[in-house]
T-cell receptor, first 110, second 114 residues
Framework: GQQLNQSPQSMFIQEGEDVSMNCTSS?????WLWYKQDPGEGPVLLIA?????ELTSNGRLTAQFGITRKDSFLNISASIPSDVGIYFC??????????FGTGTRLKVLA | DSGVTQTPKHLITATGQRVTLRCSPR?????VYWYQQSLDQGLQFLIQ???????AKGNILERFSAQQFPDLHSELNLSSLELGDSALYFC?????????????FGAGTRLSVL
């Protein structure tokens, strides 16, 4: 099925470092979502973006809706061990149907 | 806790069998979505129901079917199971439908077909 291109696929970082990941699409989207999934759990919504250029924060997390409307970015500042997990982006062009990215697996080294 | 309840949490069965996965949406949510997540993969949209009616279909096999009942809970039926059907199956719910209706996910049902 159709998926977004999410990068990096995985990353190991030291505790305290900042993290950046992004998601790109071949289609224009009007909503972007970022989810985090812990092992054995369902995805949990982190941030929702509705407007091109929008920058939204949730604690140490900041996400941006790309100006082209074909990409989105998620930054995590000062990472901590509990940031470990899989981060998914999801986008839609205005219908019910969200397309999910392939995920970025984050591992934090204490 | 997202408020979306899925049962069972784990299911182990044999090839050729049929299983039913159940989902109770968040209170007040009318839309239910089903997704399949294979090992180390993203989420594949299967099907959506809104207030009891099928709204959209994604990459759902003909061996799979779903329904949403008057009390808004939903069931996903998987039949003639194959080894490749082993995956996590997630249910999500939202208040309504459309791009601004955020989907909240349940904890999933892990299906193992042996």
């Amino acid at each position: 099925g159709q998926q977004l291109n999410q990068s990096p696929q995985s990353m190991f970082i030291q505790e305290g470092e900042d993290v950046s990941m992004n998601c790109t699409s071949s289609s224009i989207f009007n909503t972007w979502l970022w989810y985090k999934q812990d092992p054995g759990e369902g995805p949990v919504l982190l941030i929702a973006l509705y407007k091109a250029g929008e920058l939204t924060s949730n604690g140490r997390l900041t996400a941006q809706f790309g100006i082209t409307r074909k990409d989105s970015f998620l930054n995590i500042s000062a990472s901590i061990p509990s940031d470990v997990g899989i981060y998914f982006c999801a986008g839609t062009s205005g219908t019910y149907k969200y397309i999910f990215g392939t995920g970025t697996r984050l591992k934090v080294l204490a | 806790d997202s408020g979306v309840t899925q049962t069972p949490k784990h299911l182990i069965t044999a090839t050729g069998q049929r299983v039913t996965l159940r989902c109770s949406p968040r209170s007040g949510d009318l839309s239910v979505y089903w997704y399949q997540q294979s090992l180390d993969q993203g989420l594949q949209f299967l099907i959506q129901y809104y207030n009891g009616e099928e709204r959209a279909k994604g990459n759902i096999l003909e061996r799979f079917s779903a329904q949403q009942f008057p009390d808004l809970h939903s069931e996903l039926n998987l039949s003639s199971l194959e080894l490749g059907d082993s995956a996590l199956y997630f249910c999500a719910s939202s208040v309504a439908t459309g791009s601004k209706n955020i989907q909240y996910f349940g904890a999933g049902t892990r299906l193992s077909v042996l």
